[in-house]
């Protein structure tokens, strides 16, 4: 196995296989389906799992991004689509784990619950850059609401990517690159 900081080129869906694959401090690039939540869809969502309806999307090996794009400009698919800051998500990310999500991307440091749920859940945890929202656009050639549509930039969007750049935060070993990053200071 070659040390962490390659870059790697993942499908989604994402299979066990694939997520274990790569290691914190890998660079990734996601090509396929992603879609888009951010916290009022991630309750209606978490909602619906408790109630033991589906979910609007099959979560078996998803991704999740965390953003609330802006309208796309004439001739675009999507505007500006960078990250939000996920630990808005943590009290609902662990329930979409355990449902079959592969990976969420953000920005900014997970909390326990999360990263437990990341080991348990064979998952990941990705950072996009903050602030290169029109950059990140450019890597989206399909955007479709396909849920909750009164919620605007928060309703659920189905995106289709091509070599997405993220860089994994949290891996299946439990290996975290904020606290790695943090405790060699």
């Given at each position: 196995?070659?040390?962490?900081?390659?870059?790697?080129?993942?499908?989604?869906?994402?299979s066990d296989e694939a997520v274990r694959s790569v290691r914190c401090g890998d660079r990734v690039?996601?090509?396929?389906?992603?879609?888009?939540?951010?916290?009022?869809?991630?309750?209606?969502?978490?909602?619906?799992?408790?109630?033991?309806?589906?979910?609007?999307?099959?979560?078996?090996?998803?991704?999740?991004?965390?953003?609330?794009?802006?309208?796309?400009?004439?001739?675009?698919?999507?505007?500006?689509?960078?990250?939000?800051?996920?630990?808005?998500?943590?009290?609902?990310?662990?329930?979409?784990?355990?449902?079959?999500?592969?990976?969420?991307?953000?920005?900014?440091?997970?909390?326990?619950?999360?990263?437990?749920?990341?080991?348990?859940?064979?998952?990941?945890?990705?950072?996009?850059?903050?602030?290169?929202?029109?950059?990140?656009?450019?890597?989206?050639?399909?955007?479709?609401?396909?849920?909750?549509?009164?919620?605007?930039?928060?309703?659920?969007?189905?995106?289709?990517?091509?070599?997405?750049?993220?860089?994994?935060v949290n891996d299946t070993m439990g290996d975290d690159l904020y606290l790695r990053t943090a405790?060699?200071?």
């Amino acid at each position: 196995m070659q040390p962490p900081g390659r870059s790697v080129a993942l499908a989604v869906p994402l299979s066990d296989e694939a997520v274990r694959s790569v290691r914190c401090g890998d660079r990734v690039t996601l090509s396929g389906v992603v879609y888009t939540a951010r916290d009022a869809a991630h309750k209606r969502m978490v909602e619906a799992l408790e109630a033991g309806a589906e979910l609007p999307f099959d979560p078996q090996g998803q991704v999740i991004y965390y953003v609330g794009p802006t309208p796309p400009p004439p001739g675009k698919v999507i505007g500006a689509a960078g990250p939000t800051t996920s630990y808005r998500m943590d009290a609902y990310a662990p329930a979409l784990y355990r449902a079959g999500v592969k990976a969420t991307i953000g920005k900014g440091a997970r909390s326990d619950a999360v990263r437990q749920a990341i080991v348990e859940c064979t998952a990941l945890y990705l950072a996009a850059i903050g602030g290169a929202g029109a950059l990140l656009a450019q890597h989206v050639r399909e955007a479709e609401v396909i849920a909750y549509p009164e919620l605007g930039p928060e309703a659920v969007q189905r995106l289709v990517v091509e070599d997405f750049p993220a860089i994994v935060v949290n891996d299946t070993m439990g290996d975290d690159l904020y606290l790695r990053t943090a405790s060699a200071r």
